[in-house]
């Protein structure tokens, strides 16, 4: 059983919908991070939350859009999606930023945008 | 140019055999190098983590690391059809140690 879960698991969504992607982590971490995974791509960062205050933002669309109320929990807001959305989104924590931080995964939400 | 490079193979090697993942990386800087396991369908898990040049040991996997050459390498001994997966290498760079870099991974498949 993994320290970071994620709900949902599975998400499908049309292009004007509005959903959110939800990961809590029972390590007591304190950095967060919201990764993409495409089919045969390399995991791309999205978004980092140290001590619940964002850190990076790797030039995300705005239609992606993360919050983070404390340092458990990281939230995911997803608008007007494109297709190309479509990806598993995986949540991860570390103990802190910084080189030799180990990154720990949670099982990912499979987005299906249509 | 890819910041961490890896043969995306599909990688085939028989039950008992010596499996061989090789990564490259871009970021002569980098301190900190990872190797994560993937199942299909699951989320990457980590197999092991060196920082120093030279060979790393647990179990049945050892991790080898060559700054000069900016490579590191995964060998798993005695392979086992459960290790058939997606193995990741993750780098992290100096200059934004924010920023884990992955490769696109090598699928391996262990044949009974």
């Known amino acids: 059983e993994t320290g970071v879960t994620q709900t949902p698991r599975h998400l499908v969504m049309g292009m004007t919908n509005k959903k959110s992607l939800k990961c809590e982590q029972h390590l007591g971490h304190n950095a967060m991070y919201w990764y993409k995974q495409s089919a045969k791509k390399p995991l791309e960062l999205m978004f980092v939350?140290?001590?619940?205050?964002?850190?990076e933002n790797n030039s995300v669309p705005s239609r992606f859009s993360p919050e983070c109320p404390n340092s458990s929990h990281l939230f995911l807001h997803l608008h007007t999606l494109q297709p190309e959305d479509s990806a598993l989104y995986l949540c991860?924590?570390?103990?802190?930023?910084?080189?030799?931080?180990?990154?720990?995964f949670g099982e990912g939400s499979w987005l299906t945008v249509v | 140019q890819k910041e961490v490079e890896q043969n995306s193979g599909p990688l085939s090697v028989p039950e008992g055999a010596i499996a061989s993942l090789n990564c490259t990386y871009s970021d002569r800087g980098s301190q900190s190098f990872f190797w994560y396991r993937q199942y299909s369908g699951k989320s990457p898990e980590l197999i092991m983590s060196i920082y120093s040049n030279g060979d790393k040991e647990d179990g049945r996997f050892t991790a080898q690391l060559n700054k000069a050459s900016q490579y590191v390498s995964l060998l798993i001994r005695d392979s086992q059809p459960s290790d058939s997966a997606t193995y990741l290498c993750?780098?992290?760079?100096?200059?934004?140690?924010?920023?884990?870099?992955f490769g696109a991974g090598t699928r391996l498949t262990v044949k009974p």
């Open positions: 991860a924590s570390s103990q802190d930023l910084g080189s030799g931080n180990t990154i720990y």
């Open positions: 939350y140290n001590f619940k205050e964002q850190t």
């Open positions: 993750a780098v992290n760079p100096l200059e934004n140690n924010n920023d884990m870099r």
